[in-house]
């Protein structure tokens, strides 16, 4: 079975501050996961991606992900914040073996402080 | 990236009245599209599986009769909200599998369509 819990529901950060919005994931197989943003009224938004290549992942806008398999976690960064980072964050797990069945968090609203 | 593109963005309608949803691919052809349900402040809830030239497939607790979901083409499903009532207001977005990406799980999304029932 799959699952995918995101640590925080809100997260504060001021501008030009890292921010780091947590998701650890279980999943019986070699999963993909992902980092999606919904800015208010709008769909979802790919970030970036992990299907088994490279652990740390880089996506759009200067968000970065890495994959531990160890911990169960895919940690989504971002050296520095910008006004236009304020979103919902949605991390996703979808299990490779069979992709019909995706796994939403309950997502992350990211803030961000003048 | 590919283009997944929702109609309309926002509705008003009155108790009691039906309406439609469209969810297209614009430059990719998709035998499954999903469809979301989106409360305020909340994760996306899977209503249905949209499949081309097939019955959709209905999550647990989602009315079949109440949302009809149809797939007519590999570019095009609609959502009908049936008979409207002011709690089927809500956020309702659409998503779609690229061929060749589907074994990912990656999905493209619709930009949602608002639905407010009066």
């Known amino acids: 079975a799959q699952s995918v819990t995101q640590l925080d529901s809100h997260v504060s950060v001021s501008e030009g501050t890292p921010v780091l919005l947590r998701c650890n994931y279980s999943?019986?197989?070699?999963?993909?996961l992902f980092w999606y943003v919904q800015h208010p009224n709008k769909g979802l938004q790919l970030l970036l991606k992990?299907?088994?290549?490279?652990?740390l992942v880089k996506g759009i806008n200067g968000f970065e992900a890495e994959f531990k398999k160890s911990e169960t976690s895919f940690h989504l960064t971002k050296p520095s914040a910008h006004m236009s980072d304020a979103a919902e964050y949605f991390c996703?797990?979808?299990?490779?073996?069979?992709?019909?069945?995706?796994?939403f968090g309950s997502g992350t609203r990211l803030s961000i402080r003048p | 990236g590919a283009v997944v593109s929702q109609h309309p963005s926002w509705v008003i309608c009155k108790s009691g009245t039906s309406v439609k949803i469209e969810c297209r691919s614009l430059?990719?052809?998709?035998?499954?599209m999903f469809w979301y349900r989106q409360f305020p402040k909340q994760s996306l809830m899977l209503m249905a599986t949209?499949?081309?030239?097939?019955?959709?497939?209905?999550e647990q607790g989602v009315e079949k009769d109440k949302f009809l979901i149809n797939h007519a083409s590999l570019t095009l499903s609609t959502l009908t909200v049936t008979s409207a009532h002011p709690e089927d207001s809500s956020f309702y977005i659409c998503?779609?599998?690229?061929?060749?990406?589907?074994?990912?799980?990656?999905?493209?999304f619709g930009e949602g369509s608002r639905l407010t029932v009066l």
């Open positions: 996703v797990v979808s299990d490779q073996s069979s992709a019909s069945k995706i796994i």
């Open positions: 999943s019986s197989y070699s999963p993909s």
């Open positions: 430059d990719f052809q998709a035998t499954t």
């Open positions: 949209s499949n081309e030239g097939s019955k959709a497939t209905y």
């Open positions: 992990y299907t088994s290549a490279a652990t």
């Open positions: 998503s779609a599998r690229v061929p060749g990406l589907a074994g990912t799980g990656e999905l493209f």
